[in-house]
Nanobody, 118 residues
Framework: QGTLVESGGGLVQPGGSLRLSCAAS????????MGWYRQAPGKQRELVAS???????NYADSVKGRFTISRDNAKNTVYLRMNSLKPEDTAVYYCNAHHPTTSAMDLWGQGTQVTVSS
């Protein structure tokens, strides 16, 4: 059974930056598309950014130009660099591993809190 472990969340002032990391174990990392989702209080979980094995990326409109997703297949790790953070970016951020053919093999991390506040 694979696992995903996120790190890098915290409290940051508006305009600041954070980098989230998600380390995968127990899976063939290169098979999976990797993504970051977030869920704010009272809101549905939403896709923030995703990347295929080949590095094709996709971003929510609200984070385009501010966030960058990347993956290091040698380290089985995916990152989310977040710049110019806004209070509305405050949420629990979750890492997701999406299997291309078998949804039962999808994985979620435990989540990491990001709070943007002065």
């Amino acid at each position: 059974q694979g696992t995903l472990v996120e790190s890098g969340g915290g409290l940051v002032q508006p305009g600041g930056s954070l980098r989230l990391s998600c380390a995968a174990s127990g899976i063939i990392f290169t098979v999976y598309a990797m993504g970051w989702y977030r869920q704010a209080p009272g809101k549905q979980r939403e896709l923030v950014a995703s990347t295929t094995y080949a590095g094709t990326t996709n971003y929510a409109d609200s984070v385009k130009g501010r966030f960058t997703i990347s993956r290091d297949n040698a380290k089985n790790t995916v990152y989310l660099r977040m710049n110019s953070l806004k209070p509305e970016d405050t949420a629990v951020y979750y890492c997701n591993a999406h299997h291309p053919t078998t949804s039962a093999m999808d994985l979620w991390g435990q989540g990491t809190q990001v709070t943007v506040s002065s």
